[in-house]
């Protein structure tokens, strides 16, 4: 089965695919059901309801009829893996034994189709395809190997990057840290967040469907591909993951309790042969009408892209009022 959420009668509404490549709003089954995160939180009895619903005759929508939203608009939380690829090891000095992750805000969600707007301040902005985790139960503390357990199903993720705030949004300076006889000792420390450079609006194209987990044979095995209009940018399998899935659960869940319909991007998809193009190459504030991303055995994931020549550039009110003075460390 495969799900997602369409704009129907001005408000979304969670629906699931036919035999016949229709739609079935969830809400003909069963009118509690008013988003797929409410289906997730039912439970087993719930996918039991739409299977013997697919086989009776309901009132359906064209998928030529739609306009897509994000397939989970309304996730507590989406928690992305970072630099989770083989191939970025060649590029590091150091990382820690564990995969680190950032928060994703659900207000950079966008759905399938709908326009990626980038303002020139944005700077150096690229795509990056990313396999999506949708959580089916209340998961924490998960044992190692019992991950897919906690595992609703997949969906397709472009996890947009402007390079160019993560330049600008970082801080260097100096933390008193203890050395344990009860004085403290200042450390050279540097502090970088992805609060811009990760959430602006649109920031998380999602979808068009989530897939559930028994129609997806090997998670850890799915030929990845981004296109920019025509041109074949990047090239993976999520094999070359760094970490597992299931390590990755493993590892949120011992640190934030995790609910149905959150979801969990594994990290990008790059060329583990350093053969291709760096992300950096498929700049979408330089070129390019649309990007698309896609999943063997899940589909495609397209999103035009629109570059705002015209916009405000909030800096220039800091730049014209500067409150930071640095001094001399040590």
């Not at 000095?93 to 805000?105: G, H, I, M, N, Q």
């Not at 042969?273 to 979408?284: I, T, V």
């Not at 649309?290 to 055995?297: I, K, P, S, T, Y």
Request: proline content about 8%.
């Amino acid at each position: 089965m495969k799900f997602a959420t369409i704009h129907l009668d001005g408000r979304s509404s969670p629906v699931v695919e036919t035999q016949g490549g229709r739609l079935l709003p969830l809400t003909r089954i069963d009118p509690t059901w008013t988003s797929l995160r409410r289906l997730i939180e039912a439970g087993e009895p719930a996918l039991a309801a739409v299977r013997r619903a697919l086989e009776a005759d309901h009132a359906t929508v064209g998928m030529d009829e739609v306009r897509w939203a994000p397939p989970i608009p309304d996730p507590s939380k989406m928690l992305f893996v970072s630099l989770n690829n083989a191939a970025i090891d060649h590029h590091l000095t150091y990382r820690p034994d564990f995969p680190t992750y950032f928060p994703k805000l659900p207000s950079a969600l966008i759905g399938a189709g709908e326009t990626l707007r980038l303002q020139a301040h944005h700077g150096l902005t690229h795509p990056e395809p990313e396999l999506g985790v949708v959580i089916g139960r209340v998961a924490r503390e998960v044992p190692l190997g019992r991950g897919m357990d906690c595992v609703f199903g997949f969906t397709i993720v472009n996890d947009i990057t402007s390079v160019g705030m993560r330049k600008e949004d970082y801080l260097l300076g100096e933390y008193p840290m203890p050395d344990g006889d009860g004085t403290y000792r200042m450390v050279e420390e540097s502090y970088l967040y992805p609060g811009r450079y990760k959430n602006v609006d649109g920031f998380c194209p999602m979808g068009p469907f989530v897939w559930h987990k028994d129609v997806v044979p090997d998670p850890m095995n799915i030929d990845v591909k981004a296109w920019l209009d025509d041109e074949l940018v990047i090239e993976d399998n999520t094999r070359n993951l760094h970490y597992s899935l299931d390590e990755v659960i493993y590892w949120m869940s011992h640190h934030s309790t995790l609910l149905p319909g959150d979801v969990i991007s594994l990290g990008t998809a790059v060329d583990p042969d350093l053969r291709g193009k760096p992300l950096s190459y498929a700049n979408l504030n330089r070129s390019g009408d649309v990007v698309r991303v896609d999943f063997e055995g899940l589909g495609s994931l397209r999103t035009p892209v629109q570059r705002v020549q015209a916009g405000v550039d909030p800096r220039l009110h800091f730049a014209q009022s500067k409150r930071f003075v640095p001094r001399s460390l040590g």
